[in-house]
């Protein structure tokens, strides 16, 4: 089955975009409210961060992926962040695009290694970075929130 998911790069914001993202962004997280003009604008402007968006056949917006790309001491990297498809569009091959157009992008930026993180609940998918050459690595991930003081 060959795909009508087209992925492209967001070079700027748009109404359309913004709606997008209220829709999207409550179904990757309970706790973020989506983000605004001024945030969407932040991202596309910056040189760390690449936005992507889905389109289904119609040329509806029903994906988005971020990609962030920075240096360290021993090379390029990426990281692939806050990848979310609607709900209507599950399965169609959108996931796919996206994660597909993100590597590419770190591939022509350098990046020696690109990494993800997903919850084991998130069973699709895990499958489809496991199918797309994703390896799951042993190690220890720690976040601190900057909206609590330490203990």
Known sequence: MTSKVQVSEVLEVTDEL????????PQLSSSSPPPGPT????MVA?????????????GSIVGSLTLALFRVP???RAWIEDVVVDESARGAGA??????????RAD???????????????EAANRLYRRVGFEERV???YRRSTEAPPA
């Open 18 to 25: 913004v709606r997008a993202f209220v829709t999207l962004i």
């Open 39 to 42: 945030e969407l604008g932040q």
């Open 46 to 58: 910056s040189e760390a961060s690449v936005l992507f968006v889905a389109r289904d056949a119609s």
């Open 74 to 76: 021993t090379g390029v």
């Open 95 to 104: 996931g796919e695009a996206l994660v597909l157009a993100a590597l590419d």
């Open 108 to 122: 022509a930026a350098g990046a020696k290694t690109v990494d993800l993180t997903s919850r084991p609940s998130r």
């Open 139 to 141: 190690t220890n991930v």
